[in-house]
């Protein structure tokens, strides 16, 4: 994927995608990572309306761009596959296994379980309220493996159990930047946010449906 440049891609196909998005711009390491939660401080200020409901699987984080193809073979893989990618995510999944779940969510059993590696099949689970809350996340310190981070990629499989319009699933917050990092739905739409500033696709996603996801941008 070239640099300057932001895609996001919906089981292995583009959705959108936009050049010069946020060129020229370094996030800071060292921030807040949220998991089911949006950030407007760093490490909380979470809106229960726009918490995230429902599962997240196999959620890596790398510190560059991956290509289209790469991207492609990670969803044909399957989610029980095992795609490979040049470099290994700098935040692979077995870290967010190795995080407490807050509140109500959890790790549970999926389809996909491995009795010699337990952090694979376990699905994290942000289970449906009835009431709006900001008690169920995951967060810890994020180490990206460097000072800051000029480009990315975001993948994961997505299993939405809410019909309102507006959720972020993924967040990443750093002192003086709360926003520096936003995957989620806003209006409907699926969507990137880089250090403010927002990129939506025209992807809709229905409920009940496991979908994968994979947002990249880079900014050199």
Same mark, same amino acid.
């Given at each position: 994927?070239?640099?300057?440049?932001? &895609?996001?891609?919906?089981?292995?196909?583009?959705?959108?995608?936009?050049?010069?998005f946020?060129?020229g711009?370094?996030?800071?390491?060292?921030?807040?990572? &949220?998991?089911?939660?949006?950030?407007?401080?760093?490490?909380?200020?979470?809106?229960g309306?726009?918490?995230?409901?429902?599962?997240?699987?196999? /959620?890596?984080?790398?510190?560059?761009?991956?290509?289209?193809?790469?991207?492609?073979?990670?969803?044909?893989?399957?989610?029980c596959?095992?795609?490979?990618? %040049?470099?290994? +995510?700098k935040? $692979?999944?077995?870290v967010?296994?190795?995080? %407490? +779940?807050?509140?109500?969510?959890?790790?549970?059993?999926g389809?996909?379980m491995?009795?010699?590696? $337990?952090?694979?099949?376990?699905? /994290?689970?942000? $289970? +449906?309220?009835?009431?709006?809350?900001?008690?169920?996340?995951v967060?810890?310190? @994020?180490?990206?493996?460097?000072?800051?981070?000029?480009? /990315?990629?975001?993948c994961?499989?997505?299993f939405?159990?809410?019909?309102?319009?507006?959720?972020?699933?993924?967040?990443y917050?750093?002192?003086?930047?709360?926003?520096?990092?936003?995957?989620?739905?806003?209006?409907?739409? /699926?969507?990137?946010?880089?250090?403010?500033?927002?990129?939506?696709?025209?992807? @809709?996603?229905?409920?009940?449906?496991?979908?994968?996801?994979?947002?990249?941008?880079?900014?050199?």
């Amino acid at each position: 994927i070239n640099a300057e440049y932001g &895609v996001i891609m919906i089981n292995g196909e583009v959705k959108a995608s936009q050049d010069v998005f946020k060129a020229g711009a370094a996030i800071r390491a060292g921030g807040s990572l &949220v998991i089911g939660q949006e950030q407007d401080n760093v490490g909380g200020g979470f809106d229960g309306t726009q918490s995230y409901q429902g599962d997240v699987y196999n /959620l890596n984080v790398w510190q560059y761009a991956l290509s289209e193809e790469e991207v492609a073979f990670l969803f044909t893989s399957g989610r029980c596959g095992y795609g490979e990618t %040049e470099d290994d +995510p700098k935040v $692979p999944y077995s870290v967010f296994f190795g995080q %407490e +779940p807050q509140g109500d969510a959890k790790f549970v059993e999926g389809s996909c379980m491995d009795l010699e590696d $337990p952090s694979v099949g376990k699905v /994290l689970r942000f $289970p +449906p309220q009835s009431e709006l809350s900001t008690s169920n996340y995951v967060k810890f310190t @994020a180490d990206f493996g460097a000072d800051s981070l000029d480009s /990315l990629s975001i993948c994961f499989w997505y299993f939405k159990a809410f019909s309102d319009t507006s959720r972020y699933v993924f967040s990443y917050a750093v002192s003086g930047d709360d926003n520096a990092i936003i995957v989620g739905e806003q209006s409907g739409k /699926l969507g990137l946010w880089i250090r403010r500033t927002k990129y939506l696709s025209d992807a @809709a996603l229905e409920q009940q449906t496991w979908y994968h996801i994979c947002t990249t941008w880079g900014s050199d």
